[in-house]
């Protein structure tokens, strides 16, 4: 609200009566254009990996066994047959355990895997960054399978507090599945990504919104 | 019987006297707290002799809005019934014209015998580069050259999209008002000089008066040799900062702070020995109001929550108040024109802020209004309509003294108590004494309490900000 003693004169920078226009830099439309069908890519690609990485249904269960208790006799161990060079994960099923068990459980958890024509190799569910619990089933890691039959046999170790070392001593059903463990966190990080780069497209979309007045000439300060 | 009621009437005097304030006491009251003490006293010598009193309502004393919006403003009696207001932009228009050719009239008697034209042009800047902008604007325009035209340039004190983050990138305003004609060929671009407020530009020590933004300009501009006929103006620099107004979050704030001030001045032998007496701070400042040149400071937030509360929306018409200013500008032009000053005589003219004011607090109206966001779509300088909540605080007028010019104050000062009912003058308000510094204790404490309150976003607690230019206090 100016009234009638204020005369509208336009833009300082252009002199007396001036109406620039504003300029917007098409640069930064296409730059916020680009992240932003990237990051929405991602985010698509991230829920879907979310959606598919879910614990794996009985039909994709490809062996199970027993992870022999703490200080116990060897266990069944899991038989599969699998092509040479496919990635499998060992889920250690934990319905029932309250959380802080649960993850001292399958950090004890160490398996061996004999795999044809590969050394044989060994998982242990304290070297996985996060164990990843989906439902009544924990990761304890994953491995490449041989081409042929595979065998993975499980045991309790020795791990965290003594007050929860009796729950090692009790045998604990695992299963192996193929998939990759860590394509939970990857979704995650695809999806977040995905996200931030959405948001900083936005930004740049309001850099460019908002555009600049291009100075005439610039006065003199001190 | 009279030997014992003369007994009675003594000895109630003595009491009288001994809660009556020294006068070492009344020095230290703020000239509303004298006027409101001088209001009771009056009142209880007249109840003494049986003597009816006759002056205003209690509520009245020491406030600025007397007559009908004082009246209704500090609640002495119900609004009358007001018309819808009008919402359709040319009626608008109209409407606010015709009251506005009304209070002219009203202004007619009073108007100096010597006036000189008055010309507001409102230029459009970029937030981040205001000074320098309008420096430019100055110069393309040929007012650079002409200074003796120009009575003052200053920053409009509205904050332009208050729902948008910040100022920096956003549109801000300046008025620059002046006398020429015409533009004229382009200039050189003068000098801005800005003097940021938490500096100590100025020894003083606790208890002596502190620096009114404009003492500091009218000295560094007086021990350099610039005379008003040279200024181009005097601006306070503002700072606006926007906080809540979220879903669920109240209505936030919008609050204007004076983080500085600055001043114009042509470029060449004058900028270079303002620049040499900034160099040689501390500036040696007068106390008090500076000799020879008058420093009016006008009270305008009075006005505008009487006839603008909605500081979202164009103010209300028909005005609730038709007798009262609609715009700063108006009371500005009014002040220029009654007490004649001529350009040629200023330092600066500007609408601005002196204590930190949150502009959504001042706000009425419907809830929604509020808030950071709604409210008119108003044309800004560019030609573009944009939402706009409209501040201002006081009018400051720096000018070198002449007679002529007292008996120019004498006439504004009845105009505003015949006219406009009320009591504007603010100068006696300013330049509060300096306070101690907190200790170093409870300073550190005050800083943790600061951050407390930032996370919790609670404002209310933080005290009043330090005196400007002169803190830390000497001594």
Same mark, same amino acid.
């Given at each position: 609200?100016?009234?009638?003693?204020?005369?509208?004169?336009?833009?300082?920078?252009?002199?007396?009566?001036?109406?620039?226009?504003?300029?917007?830099?098409?640069?930064?439309? @296409?730059?916020?254009?680009?992240?932003?069908?990237?990051?929405?890519?991602?985010?698509?690609?991230?829920?879907?990996?979310?959606?598919?990485?879910?614990?794996?249904?009985?039909?994709?269960?490809?062996?199970?066994?027993?992870?022999?208790?703490?200080?116990?006799?060897?266990?069944?161990?899991?038989?599969?047959?699998?092509?040479?060079?496919?990635?499998?994960?060992?889920?250690?099923?934990?319905?029932?355990?309250?959380?802080?068990?649960?993850?001292?459980? @399958?950090?004890?958890?160490?398996?061996?895997?004999?795999?044809?024509?590969?050394?044989?190799?060994? @998982?242990?569910?304290?070297?996985?960054?996060?164990?990843?619990?989906?439902?009544?089933?924990?990761?304890?890691?994953?491995?490449?399978?041989?081409?042929?039959?595979?065998?993975?046999?499980?045991?309790?170790?020795?791990?965290?507090?003594?007050?929860?070392?009796?729950?090692?001593?009790?045998?604990?059903?695992? @299963?192996?599945?193929?998939?990759?463990?860590?394509?939970?966190?990857?979704?995650?990080?695809?999806?977040?990504?995905?996200?931030?780069?959405?948001?900083?497209?936005?930004?740049?979309?309001?850099?460019?919104?908002?555009?600049?007045?291009?100075?005439?000439?610039?006065?003199?300060?001190? | 019987?009279?030997?014992?009621?003369?007994?009675?009437?003594?000895?109630?005097?003595?009491?009288?006297?001994?809660?009556?304030?020294?006068?070492?006491?009344?020095?230290?009251?703020?000239?509303?707290?004298?006027?409101?003490?001088?209001?009771?006293?009056?009142?209880?010598?007249?109840?003494?002799?049986?003597?009816?009193?006759?002056?205003?309502?209690?509520?009245?004393?020491?406030?600025?809005?007397?007559?009908?919006?004082?009246?209704?403003?500090?609640?002495?009696?119900?609004?009358?019934?007001?018309?819808?207001?009008?919402?359709?932009?040319?009626?608008?228009?109209?409407?606010?014209?015709?009251?506005?050719?009304?209070?002219?009239?009203?202004?007619?008697?009073?108007?100096?015998?010597?006036?000189?034209?008055? *010309?507001?042009?409102?230029?459009?800047?970029?937030?981040?580069?205001?000074?320098?902008?309008?420096?430019?604007?100055?110069?393309?325009?040929?007012?650079? #050259?002409?200074?003796?035209?120009?009575?003052?340039?200053?920053?409009?004190?509205?904050?332009?999209?208050?729902?948008?983050?910040?100022?920096?990138?956003?549109?801000?305003?300046?008025?620059?008002?002046?006398?020429?004609?015409?533009?004229?060929?382009?200039?050189?671009?003068?000098?801005?000089?800005?003097?940021?407020?938490?500096?100590?530009?100025?020894?003083?020590?606790?208890?002596?008066?502190?620096?009114?933004?404009?003492?500091?300009?009218?000295?560094?501009?007086?021990?350099?040799?610039?005379?008003?006929?040279?200024?181009?103006?005097?601006?306070?620099?503002?700072?606006?900062?926007?906080?809540?107004?979220?879903?669920?979050?109240?209505?936030?704030?919008?609050?204007?702070?004076?983080?500085?001030?600055?001043?114009?001045?042509?470029?060449?032998?004058?900028?270079?020995?303002?620049?040499?007496?900034?160099?040689? #701070?501390?500036?040696?400042?007068?106390?008090?109001?500076?000799?020879?040149?008058?420093?009016?400071?006008?009270?305008?937030?009075?006005?505008?929550?009487?006839?603008?509360?909605?500081?979202?929306?164009?103010?209300?018409?028909?005005?609730?108040?038709?007798?009262?200013?609609?715009?700063?500008?108006?009371?500005?032009?009014?002040?220029?024109?009654?007490?004649?000053?001529?350009?040629?005589?200023?330092?600066?003219?500007?609408? *601005?802020?002196?204590?930190?004011?949150?502009?959504?607090?001042?706000?009425?109206?419907?809830?929604?209004?509020?808030?950071?966001?709604?409210?008119?779509?108003?044309?800004?300088?560019?030609?573009?309509?944009?939402?706009?909540?409209?501040?201002?605080?006081?009018?400051?007028?720096?000018?070198?003294?002449?007679?002529?010019?007292?008996?120019?104050?004498?006439?504004?000062?009845?105009?505003?108590?015949?006219?406009?009912?009320?009591?504007?003058?603010?100068?006696?308000?300013?330049?509060?004494?300096?306070?101690?510094?907190?200790?170093?204790?409870?300073?550190?404490?005050?800083?943790?309490?600061?951050?407390?309150?930032?996370?919790?976003?609670?404002?209310?607690?933080?005290?009043?900000?330090?005196?400007?230019?002169?803190?830390?206090?000497?001594?």
């Amino acid at each position: 609200m100016s009234g009638p003693d204020v005369r509208h004169a336009g833009w300082a920078i252009g002199g007396p009566g001036s109406r620039l226009r504003r300029r917007r830099n098409p640069v930064w439309l @296409v730059l916020a254009l680009v992240i932003g069908i990237v990051g929405a890519v991602a985010a698509a690609y991230g829920i879907a990996g979310l959606v598919s990485g879910t614990a794996p249904g009985s039909d994709e269960i490809v062996g199970e066994g027993m992870v022999a208790p703490l200080g116990g006799a060897p266990a069944a161990g899991a038989r599969f047959t699998a092509p040479d060079g496919t990635a499998h994960t060992i889920w250690l099923r934990v319905d029932g355990m309250d959380s802080r068990a649960r993850d001292t459980i @399958v950090a004890s958890v160490v398996c061996t895997v004999e795999r044809p024509g590969r050394a044989p190799s060994q @998982v242990r569910g304290s070297r996985q960054m996060n164990a990843a619990v989906v439902g009544d089933l924990a990761t304890v890691g994953g491995f490449t399978a041989g081409g042929g039959e595979n065998v993975v046999a499980c045991r309790h170790e020795v791990f965290g507090q003594l007050r929860l070392r009796d729950r090692l001593r009790t045998a604990h059903p695992f @299963v192996v599945a193929p998939g990759d463990p860590s394509a939970g966190i990857l979704a995650f990080a695809f999806l977040f990504g995905g996200l931030a780069a959405i948001a900083g497209a936005g930004v740049l979309g309001v850099f460019w919104h908002r555009g600049r007045v291009r100075p005439h000439g610039s006065g003199e300060t001190m | 019987m009279g030997i014992l009621r003369r007994l009675a009437d003594r000895a109630v005097d003595k009491m009288d006297a001994l809660g009556r304030p020294s006068e070492a006491d009344l020095a230290r009251l703020s000239p509303a707290e004298r006027a409101r003490d001088a209001y009771w006293q009056e009142r209880a010598a007249a109840a003494r002799v049986g003597r009816e009193f006759t002056g205003p309502d209690h509520r009245l004393a020491g406030r600025v809005l007397q007559g009908p919006a004082g009246e209704v403003v500090h609640g002495v009696r119900q609004p009358e019934p007001a018309p819808d207001p009008v919402r359709d932009e040319a009626r608008w228009e109209e409407v606010m014209l015709a009251e506005r050719a009304a209070r002219d009239r009203a202004r007619e008697p009073y108007l100096a015998p010597v006036r000189h034209p008055i *010309t507001i042009d409102r230029v459009a800047t970029r937030g981040v580069g205001g000074w320098g902008e309008v420096t430019d604007y100055l110069a393309a325009s040929g007012l650079a #050259a002409s200074p003796h035209l120009v009575y003052g340039v200053y920053r409009v004190p509205d904050r332009i999209n208050p729902g948008l983050t910040g100022e920096r990138g956003g549109v801000v305003e300046w008025d620059v008002v002046h006398a020429a004609e015409g533009p004229t060929a382009r200039a050189a671009v003068p000098v801005a000089v800005r003097l940021p407020a938490e500096q100590r530009w100025v020894l003083r020590s606790v208890g002596r008066p502190s620096v009114l933004d404009e003492d500091l300009v009218v000295a560094v501009t007086a021990l350099a040799g610039v005379g008003p006929e040279r200024m181009l103006g005097i601006s306070r620099d503002l700072r606006m900062t926007s906080s809540g107004g979220g879903d669920g979050d109240g209505p936030g704030s919008v609050v204007a702070r004076v983080v500085g001030v600055g001043f114009i001045v042509p470029a060449g032998a004058e900028a270079a020995a303002v620049a040499e007496v900034v160099r040689r #701070a501390p500036v040696q400042v007068p106390e008090g109001a500076p000799s020879d040149v008058h420093i009016a400071v006008l009270e305008w937030d009075a006005i505008a929550q009487a006839v603008h509360p909605a500081r979202r929306e164009r103010p209300r018409m028909p005005s609730p108040f038709p007798y009262l200013p609609a715009t700063p500008q108006e009371l500005l032009r009014a002040y220029l024109e009654v007490v004649g000053v001529d350009p040629a005589d200023t330092h600066g003219v500007q609408v *601005t802020y002196d204590e930190p004011m949150d502009l959504l607090g001042r706000s009425t109206g419907r809830s929604w209004l509020r808030s950071s966001y709604g409210g008119d779509k108003i044309m800004c300088a560019d030609g573009t309509a944009r939402g706009r909540l409209a501040g201002g605080e006081h009018i400051v007028v720096v000018y070198r003294d002449r007679p002529e010019y007292v008996e120019g104050r004498d006439r504004f000062a009845a105009y505003a108590r015949e006219v406009l009912r009320a009591d504007l003058d603010r100068a006696g308000h300013m330049r509060g004494a300096v306070p101690k510094r907190t200790p170093a204790l409870l300073r550190a404490a005050e800083r943790v309490g600061d951050v407390v309150m930032f996370f919790s976003d609670d404002s209310a607690g933080s005290g009043p900000p330090p005196p400007r230019y002169c803190w830390p206090p000497a001594g």
